[in-house]
Every structure is written in structure tokens, then in C-alpha cells.
């Protein structure tokens, strides 16, 4: 049990003993808080009258019955729209490691290589995960405040709000898990960056938009790293435009977003994980 323990151990004191960790969640909140903020006032306000429609194009003549429930759509931009900070965080924990040089010591310590990335894959979900709780935070703690504010229940006594909040923890973590795959495979801090930002950003959500024109692209579309963690999450506004049908199961969703953390951390193992780093 030491030689896992040890190893993971000493991967929570590299990301702890670091800036970037609570950088990264502070912003994470702030970002999330005024988004799930103020979209929950905007929508909130419609919903009470307390904000005239006919001021706001709701893209259902006025009427916000296409959105379905709020609360969770305002829950969900947690995963949907944060994910990208565990991903950054996962790569950054990978790519430090080549860019400072601190693998050599690491090696020395613990020879096995595959039970060292094993450590940091564990490491970086349980801190996903925690970035997750700090996100929903955010969008369930402003959301349902500003619910109240106006009158709708936040339905925060409903199971299936716990269960999403509990899919979204999960979806947060496995998002890292996808960062340290990213990091080893391109080891490159700068690139690596580039590419979570890039992708996240710009690339995924056109293929996303593209991909919802015909139901045979929407059905490929829905195996995208960001439509399977919606799909696990069970809510996202993303997903409203998607047709019928082409939107995964929550467990598929899971597997989807694992199987692309594994194949990443997998090829990133045997293309430079193995090399030399002296």
C-alpha cells in the first residue's frame, strides 16, 4: 500500500506547494459566479416578469418554456463552461515536470514510471474533483441566490439536483485526468496551453454548432470531449440546439470523457513519458 500511497502523496505536495492550484480555482469561481450570476438574474427576471420579454429575444417568442427547468441549466455551466480549468491545471501539472526537470528526481525515487504517472492521474482527479465543488459553488450558490431573489424554487431539495451536482463533481475530475494526458503527450508547457485553450475555446464549440445541421454529423458531433461531458453532467445549454437523439446517455457520456483521458495519458506514456529527461 506505500509504494501507491508514497507516490500519489508526494504529486499532491508538487501541485499544493505551488501557485497555480488556487489561482486557477479563485478565478474558476469568479468566472463561474458571474456568468451563472447573471444569466440566472437575466432569465430569472423573464420568468417573474420582473424583466419585460419583449426586450429580450428569448428565441421562443418571448417565452422561455424552450429552456426546460432553469436551475440545472444555470447549475450545469460548472462543468459546461469551467471544465476548461482542470484540463489546464492537469497539463500544467504534466508539463512542469519537463519544463523544471523535476521528473529526473521523481525517476530516482520511484523507478517505475507507469506507477509515477499512475500517482499523478489519481492526484489530478481527487483535485479536479475539488475543482468541481469549487464551481458549483459558484453556479449553485449565486444561481440559487438569485432564484430566490425572484420568487423561482432552485430546487435544491430535489434528488435529481443533487445527482447532477454529484455528475458534475465527477465530470470536473475526469476533465483533469484528460489534462494529464494532454501534458505527457505534448510535453510542450507552451503548446500544450495553447492547444487546451484553442481547442476548448474556438475549435470544439464549431464542430459543436457544425455538427447540430443534420442528424448524421449530430451523431458523431456527440462523441466530442465537451458534448460527452455534457452528456454526463445531464444539462447544459450547449445541448438545447442538439436534435433529437443526439445526446449520449449520462453513463456513456462518463465513459466517453474516461476514454479520452486514458488514450491521451496512454500515448503520451509511450511517446515521452519513456524518454530520457536528463
Given at each position: 500500500m506505500n509504494l501507491i500511497l508514497r507516490p500519489v502523496a508526494a504529486e499532491f505536495s508538487k501541485i499544493l506547494t505551488t501557485r497555480m492550484w488556487w489561482i486557477l480555482a479563485l478565478v474558476l469561481f469568479g468566472y463561474i459566479a458571474l456568468l451563472a450570476g447573471g444569466l440566472a438574474a437575466l432569465f430569472g427576471g423573464i420568468d417573474s416578469g420582473a424583466i419585460s420579454s419583449d426586450s429580450v429575444n428569448t428565441g421562443g417568442g418571448g417565452s422561455l418554456a424552450g429552456l426546460g427547468s432553469l436551475p440545472p441549466l444555470i447549475y450545469s455551466f460548472a462543468a459546461s463552461v469551467g471544465y476548461v480549468f482542470p484540463v489546464l491545471l492537469g497539463a500544467l501539472a504534466s508539463t512542469g515536470e519537463f519544463r523544471h526537470q523535476t521528473l529526473t528526481p521523481t525517476f530516482l525515487a520511484t523507478p517505475l514510471r507507469a506507477r509515477v504517472l499512475s500517482a499523478k492521474t489519481i492526484a489530478l482527479f481527487v483535485v479536479g474533483a475539488a475543482f468541481g465543488v469549487v464551481?458549483?459553488?459558484?453556479?449553485?450558490?449565486?444561481?440559487?441566490?438569485?432564484?430566490?431573489g425572484f420568487g423561482i424554487d432552485p430546487l435544491l431539495a430535489d434528488s435529481a439536483t443533487w445527482a447532477l451536482i454529484g455528475r458534475?463533481?465527477?465530470?470536473?475530475?475526469?476533465?483533469?485526468?484528460?489534462?494529464?494526458?494532454?501534458?505527457?503527450?505534448?510535453?510542450?508547457?507552451?503548446?500544450?496551453?495553447?492547444?487546451?485553450l484553442a481547442f476548448t475555446q474556438f475549435v470544439e464549440p464549431l464542430l459543436r454548432f457544425a455538427s447540430s445541421f443534420t442528424q448524421v454529423t449530430a451523431d458523431v458531433g456527440k462523441f466530442l470531449p465537451g458534448a460527452a461531458s455534457d452528456a454526463l453532467v445531464g444539462a447544459s445549454f450547449f445541448t438545447l440546439a442538439s436534435p433529437g437523439g443526439a445526446v449520449l446517455a449520462s453513463w456513456q457520456g462518463g465513459l466517453v470523457l474516461l476514454a479520452y483521458g486514458l488514450l491521451a495519458t496512454g500515448f503520451g506514456y509511450l511517446v515521452s513519458w519513456k524518454r530520457d529527461v536528463t
Amino acid at each position: 500500500m506505500n509504494l501507491i500511497l508514497r507516490p500519489v502523496a508526494a504529486e499532491f505536495s508538487k501541485i499544493l506547494t505551488t501557485r497555480m492550484w488556487w489561482i486557477l480555482a479563485l478565478v474558476l469561481f469568479g468566472y463561474i459566479a458571474l456568468l451563472a450570476g447573471g444569466l440566472a438574474a437575466l432569465f430569472g427576471g423573464i420568468d417573474s416578469g420582473a424583466i419585460s420579454s419583449d426586450s429580450v429575444n428569448t428565441g421562443g417568442g418571448g417565452s422561455l418554456a424552450g429552456l426546460g427547468s432553469l436551475p440545472p441549466l444555470i447549475y450545469s455551466f460548472a462543468a459546461s463552461v469551467g471544465y476548461v480549468f482542470p484540463v489546464l491545471l492537469g497539463a500544467l501539472a504534466s508539463t512542469g515536470e519537463f519544463r523544471h526537470q523535476t521528473l529526473t528526481p521523481t525517476f530516482l525515487a520511484t523507478p517505475l514510471r507507469a506507477r509515477v504517472l499512475s500517482a499523478k492521474t489519481i492526484a489530478l482527479f481527487v483535485v479536479g474533483a475539488a475543482f468541481g465543488v469549487v464551481a458549483l459553488a459558484a453556479s449553485v450558490g449565486v444561481g440559487a441566490l438569485v432564484f430566490n431573489g425572484f420568487g423561482i424554487d432552485p430546487l435544491l431539495a430535489d434528488s435529481a439536483t443533487w445527482a447532477l451536482i454529484g455528475r458534475t463533481v465527477l465530470a470536473m475530475a475526469l476533465w483533469a485526468v484528460i489534462g494529464v494526458g494532454l501534458g505527457v503527450l505534448v510535453p510542450s508547457q507552451v503548446a500544450s496551453i495553447v492547444i487546451v485553450l484553442a481547442f476548448t475555446q474556438f475549435v470544439e464549440p464549431l464542430l459543436r454548432f457544425a455538427s447540430s445541421f443534420t442528424q448524421v454529423t449530430a451523431d458523431v458531433g456527440k462523441f466530442l470531449p465537451g458534448a460527452a461531458s455534457d452528456a454526463l453532467v445531464g444539462a447544459s445549454f450547449f445541448t438545447l440546439a442538439s436534435p433529437g437523439g443526439a445526446v449520449l446517455a449520462s453513463w456513456q457520456g462518463g465513459l466517453v470523457l474516461l476514454a479520452y483521458g486514458l488514450l491521451a495519458t496512454g500515448f503520451g506514456y509511450l511517446v515521452s513519458w519513456k524518454r530520457d529527461v536528463t
